[in-house]
């Protein structure tokens, strides 16, 4: 069974710019959240699909959004990127939005560096 | 709110001895505790979990978790260390009422030394 994918895994923007980041789960799984990684902050959740409905969100502001499509893949955009949105942006996989007993699957990654 | 903690920032360990990465948690409810580990330049690999049940969970790998209630404590073990053991590690909670989002602590590099 094929693992999570990511894609690009990297990708380098200027300030000002937009962006967006696209994720395939696992077949099968419905539910996706999204995290970004930071040396400074480490692990913080952006928010989490299933069946193409937000169920949960973290503390970011506006300019972070997603979206997830009939076949359960998910985008995520970051509008006026900003030099602190540079992370590590990774997906998560699960098969359920109540799904809370199992873990989730995570992909390699996509690398974000703002200029 | 859910929170959690891992002491050390890095834990050094030579090859073959036994190693201990700590986490404590904060959560309203019954926690849902996950160990993951982290490769440079790749995702989270999923270790092992605690849910409910015998407190000493057995994972990937060769590794084992510690759940203490009283201590609010998840601590991962793993009783020979193996230089390929060296990555960064994530304790993570979940606590159903808010989600099925993850609570991160900040990571802890673990070292091993041949």
């Known amino acids: 069974k094929a693992g999570v994918t990511q894609t690009p895994r990297y990708l380098i923007k200027t300030r000002g710019q937009q962006v967006t980041l696209s994720c395939s789960p696992i077949?099968?799984?419905?539910?996706v959240s999204w995290y970004q990684q930071t040396p400074g902050q480490g692990l913080q959740f952006l928010f989490e699909?299933?069946?193409?409905?937000?169920?949960n969100k973290g503390n970011f502001p506006g300019r972070f959004s997603g979206r997830q499509f009939s076949n359960s893949r998910s985008e995520m955009n970051v509008s006026t990127l900003e030099l602190g949105d540079s992370a590590l942006y990774l997906c998560?996989?699960?098969?359920?939005?109540?799904?809370?007993?199992?873990?989730?699957?995570f992909g390699p990654g996509t690398r974000l560096t703002v200029l | 709110a859910q929170s959690v903690a891992q002491p050390e920032d890095q834990v050094n360990v030579a090859e073959g001895n036994p190693l201990t990465v700590k986490c404590t948690y904060s959560?309203?409810?019954?926690?849902?505790l996950f160990w993951y580990v982290q490769y440079p330049n790749r995702g989270l690999q999923f270790l092992l979990k605690?849910?409910?049940?015998?407190?000493l969970v057995k994972g990937s790998y060769g590794f084992e978790a510690e759940f203490n209630k009283s201590q609010t404590s998840f601590h991962l073990k793993k009783p020979s260390a193996l230089v390929s053991d060296s990555a960064l590690y994530f304790c993570?909670?979940?606590?159903?009422?808010?989600?099925?989002?993850?609570?991160f602590g900040p990571g802890t590099r673990l070292s091993v030394l041949p």
């Open positions: 699909y299933f069946s193409e409905t937000q169920r």
């Open positions: 077949s099968g799984h419905r539910s």
């Open positions: 959560v309203s409810g019954n926690p849902y």
């Open positions: 605690y849910i409910t049940g015998d407190n």
């Open positions: 993570a909670v979940r606590d159903p009422d808010y989600g099925q989002n993850f609570v």
């Open positions: 998560a996989s699960g098969r359920s939005s109540t799904d809370t007993y199992n873990e989730q699957f």
